[in-house]
């Protein structure tokens, strides 16, 4: 195994107008060639121990560690001087439920819990073959144990992926690069959450541990991905969605730093630390004109003879779950959409999260029929939504009669984002979150990836975070003079768009 600085790849140039399309195109080529996948079709993995090389982890100590120590003292805990051990495991299954769960859920009050770092979420996504070899992201979890007992002290979730999809951190411009050079981008690791653009801790740590056992495990992640990335030879490892407060462990261990933006709404009355009391209280910190648009979006889809209203845990019944799931598919048919999750997916979360579980649907009044949905998930800090979908008119009707009332209302039929309903989307997505935000006393709405439309309606830009270890030193740098400059550019296109967009009174 290579430590870092030593590259397993042939050296290579990279010309600086590749560099500058990096992150832009969304197309790449895949691949599920390489030796590790092949090993793999057809038959299970068994746990694989992760090398201890002491020159990597001499390599990469950290500020806070003395130069002298060894890899011992690295893969030692403070408190009680047992010693650790890394090692990569092929299914979320071969971990118990309660073990994994004890480091991605932690009992801790203060600790911001995230659902879909729970063992049911992860486990939903391989059981239903959502996620697997055939779709391009092979489950290869990372886990740190105590050799004394064998206790789960500390995990990430892990995949070797053979393409860039489902991330929503762009790479594809680095991969066509990478490859007009003579490299090989595919396979590579990456650890988050699949189809999941949800920021949430990757160096998960078991809750109770002290802080000095905590910087220990969080490290040992962090350097056993980089181990990884050279026992498997493969280009390059990315850890993406983290919290910004992971960063610093990532930076000192060499991994490159990217700044993304999303936008989120805060729970928070303007120029004051207290949250709002309902959403109407909301609507006074808009400026005047915003809230007459916000008043009118949200009056439509009664006017289109549409009720809408939410369902959560047992209130959610079999055939609601089904109907979403039509939706869904009907909505990722649509232009740029990709039905990644499988019916399967929706069926098991039903089962084991539906208390994690909100749901906006909007029905026909009259008839009762479902039109469009949206799923949310609920955390302990913030309400996430998710997917969306809306059947379009002529399916939602189901009969001659009703679609001749659909065109008597004077629907759009061509309307892609919500199914010909003027505004539902808007009701649906944003706006019932956060009337539901407020009432369940969460301190934030993340309302997914992209979409500048969203500041108008109060979701203002926020800074995410991801980190990214390349193996080639010559690519390295391209990518790192890359970054720098993306990073400045991001934020820049932050401070206008939240100086010159904001919907807020100021």
């Not at 393409?163 to 066509?176: I, K, L, P, T």
């Not at 909301?282 to 009118?296: A, H, I, T, Y």
Request: charged share 25%; aromatic share 10%.
């Amino acid at each position: 195994m290579c430590s870092r600085g030593v590259s397993h790849h042939k050296p290579f140039r990279v010309p600086w107008e590749d560099i500058m399309k990096m992150g832009m195109a969304r197309h790449g080529a895949s691949t599920t060639t390489h030796p590790f996948f092949r090993a793999c079709s057809g038959k299970p993995l068994p746990p694989r121990s992760i090398r201890k090389n002491s020159r990597l982890w001499k390599t990469h100590s950290s500020k806070t560690t003395s130069t002298s120590d060894t890899s011992e003292t690295l893969l030692t805990l403070p408190s009680s001087g047992a010693s650790i051990s890394i090692e990569t495991v092929p299914s979320i299954d071969e971990i118990v439920q309660s073990e994994w769960d004890a480091c991605a859920y932690p009992q801790d009050e203060r600790a911001e819990k995230v659902p879909f770092l729970k063992h049911s979420f992860l486990a939903a996504l391989e059981s239903s073959k959502s996620v697997s070899r055939d779709e391009g992201w092979l489950p290869l979890h990372l886990v740190v144990k105590s050799e004394n007992d064998g206790k789960l002290l500390g995990c990430s979730p892990l995949y070797m992926k053979g393409h860039s999809m489902g991330e929503y951190v762009f790479d594809q411009g680095w991969a066509q690069a990478f490859q007009r050079a003579g490299g090989s981008y595919y396979p590579k690791l990456q650890s988050a959450v699949p189809f999941t653009p949800v920021t949430g801790s990757r160096l998960l740590v078991r809750g109770g541990l002290d802080e000095d056992d905590r910087k220990i495990v969080s490290s040992a992640l962090a350097r056993g991905l980089i181990a990884c990335c050279h026992q498997y030879n493969v280009s390059s490892a990315h850890v993406t969605f983290c919290r910004g407060e992971e960063m610093a462990t990532f930076r000192e261990l060499g991994y490159m730093p990217r700044l993304g933006m999303q936008y989120h709404w805060e729970n928070r009355r303007r120029g004051t630390e207290e949250k709002y009391a309902s959403f109407k209280e909301f609507e006074m910190d808009l400026k005047q004109s915003r809230r007459k648009n916000v008043r009118q979006e949200r009056k439509r889809p009664a006017k289109d003879g549409l009720r809408v209203f939410r369902a959560t845990g047992d209130d959610i019944k079999p055939d609601q779950m089904a109907d979403f799931y039509e939706m869904y598919v009907a909505q990722t048919e649509k232009k740029w959409g990709r039905d990644y999750l499988r019916r399967e997916f929706f069926d098991e979360i039903y089962e084991t999260m539906r208390d994690d579980i909100m749901f906006v649907f909007a029905e026909q009044e009259g008839t009762g029929r479902l039109v469009a949905g949206a799923i949310n998930f609920i955390g302990s800090h913030a309400l996430y939504g998710r997917n969306w979908g809306c059947l379009p008119p002529e399916s939602a009707a189901g009969d001659a009669n009703l679609s001749k009332l659909f065109r008597s209302m004077g629907v759009d039929t061509g309307a892609q984002m919500s199914g010909g309903f003027k505004h539902l989307h808007f009701e649906c997505c944003y706006y019932q979150a956060i009337e539901a935000a407020i009432e369940l006393g969460l301190d934030r709405v993340e309302a997914g990836a992209q979409g500048e439309h969203k500041i108008s309606r109060g979701y203002l830009p926020v800074e995410t975070h991801s980190a990214h270890y390349v193996a080639d030193l010559s690519f390295q740098s391209a990518v790192s003079e890359f970054l720098g400059r993306e990073r400045r550019e991001m934020m820049e296109v932050m401070e206008v768009l939240t100086a010159s967009e904001s919907p807020f009174k100021t």
